[in-house]
């Protein structure tokens, strides 16, 4: 479950008014209920206290809670201090994945690292990721750590943005780097498409959220993150689990969705 309502919300609940909090708050429930248990979150999102709210009473060790420090906070001290605050908001000793939100080009990625590595050997964190990285970003990430390594990147992908197909899922997929599918609904446009996706959803007699979905989750290494925006959608989404599209269901839906052309490489001659 992703925790990322919209921007216009976040610049709101900066100045202290969250509107529809309970019923974030409930539908983060009902995942949790539903057998979700990876919950993604930001210090930017102002929604670390709903995760707190939603999680309480509940065995930490059944959850995976996911959060990410903002790009002006990856100098050493900076970072270490944002993940106190973060770890305050959430109510945990430790995040189970802690992510660069962006790059910040004026940082040294080296930097950033080892204090992620720091953080990881005090037990505060317990796996590293990274977020909107590209693939040359990755590398350079994934070098600059000494005694661990990139567990996850948080990227835009969906049926209707295939671009990481290109070279970035490829080497993820190679290299064991999770992938954290964000807007897999594609900004709810697959959710309300009324032409695309009819005959698969008639096959399978689901929702065209839940067949986006699971064509996500049925690609190898890929978890996508849905926003917990309602508790009506979560339980919605949560029938995107148990059941497989069919080779030749995947196949129509990636007809449909046509990823970007390949760029072929030149040849000798």
């Known amino acids: 479950m992703g925790t990322y309502f919209d921007k216009r919300w976040i610049r709101i609940a900066k100045h202290g008014w969250r509107p529809g909090a309970s019923k974030k708050v409930r539908a983060l429930v009902a995942g949790l209920d539903g057998g979700m248990n990876l919950i993604d979150s930001a210090e930017a999102y102002e929604s670390e206290t709903f995760v707190a709210k939603a999680i309480k009473g509940r065995r930490r060790d059944e959850l995976f809670i996911a959060t990410k420090v903002w790009l002006d906070h990856l100098r050493r001290d900076d970072l270490l201090a944002a993940l106190e605050r973060s770890l305050r908001r959430l109510e945990t000793s430790y995040v189970d994945l802690y992510q660069v939100h962006f790059p910040n080009p004026s940082v040294p990625i080296s930097e950033t690292m080892s204090g992620m590595e720091e953080l990881k050997e005090c037990g505060k964190i317990l796996s590293i990721g990274v977020s909107n990285f590209s693939l040359a970003q990755l ?55 009324k032409v695309k996706m009819r005959e698969v959803c008639r096959q399978t007699s689901k929702t065209r959220a839940q067949v986006a979905l699971n064509w996500l989750a049925s690609t190898p290494s890929v978890f996508p993150i849905p926003r917990a925006s309602t508790p009506e959608h979560v339980r919605e989404n949560i029938g995107a689990s148990g059941w497989s599209l069919t080779p030749d269901q995947k196949a129509e839906l990636e007809r449909q969705f046509p990823a970007p052309v390949q760029e072929r490489s030149p040849t000798n001659a």
Request: aromatic share 6%.
């Open 139 to 193: 590398i350079d990430a994934s070098s600059a750590l000494r005694r661990s390594e990139i567990a996850s990147i948080q990227v835009n992908y969906s049926l209707m943005h295939r671009d990481i197909e290109r070279d970035l899922l490829p080497h993820c997929q190679k290299n064991g780097i999770v992938v954290l599918a964000y807007y897999p609904l594609g900004h709810g446009r697959l959710a309300s498409e």
